[in-house]
Nanobody, 118 residues
Framework: QVQLVESGGGLVQPGGSLRLSCAASGIIFSIYDMSWYRQAPGKQRELVAT???????NYADSVKGRFTISRDNTKNTVNLQMNSLKTKDTAVYSC????????????WGQGTQVTVSS
């Protein structure tokens, strides 16, 4: 059974930092591209950051220079370090694992709430 479990969300003031973690089980973690998505109320889900199986990274323009995605294949975890948080970063953040071969395998976590407010 595949599980992606996020942690680290919470309430933070503007300008503050949070570190999200996603622990994966039930998959060969090292072959999956791992991503963080977010969805704010009333808005579409947005891709925030991706780290591939070869450690290449990509970020949404809105978070470049503020967020850093990393992975630890020995612990089957992917992290998102979020600095200089803004109120517009408020959303539910979800972890995604994706492996594309002849078919695509994709899995989602349940999400963790991040609220940036003074």
């Amino acid at each position: 059974q595949v599980q992606l479990v996020e942690s680290g969300g919470g309430l933070v003031q503007p300008g503050g930092s949070l570190r999200l973690s996603c622990a994966a089980s039930g998959i060969i973690f090292s072959i999956y591209d791992m991503s963080w998505y977010r969805q704010a109320p009333g808005k579409q889900r947005e891709l925030v950051a991706t780290i591939t199986d070869t450690y290449n990274t990509n970020y949404a323009d809105s978070v470049k220079g503020r967020f850093t995605i990393s992975r630890d294949n020995t612990k089957n975890t992917v992290n998102l370090q979020m600095n200089s948080l803004k109120t517009k970063d408020t959303a539910v953040y979800s972890c995604n694992a994706r492996w594309r071969t002849i078919i695509e395998y994709t899995y989602w976590g349940q999400g963790t709430q991040v609220t940036v407010s003074s």
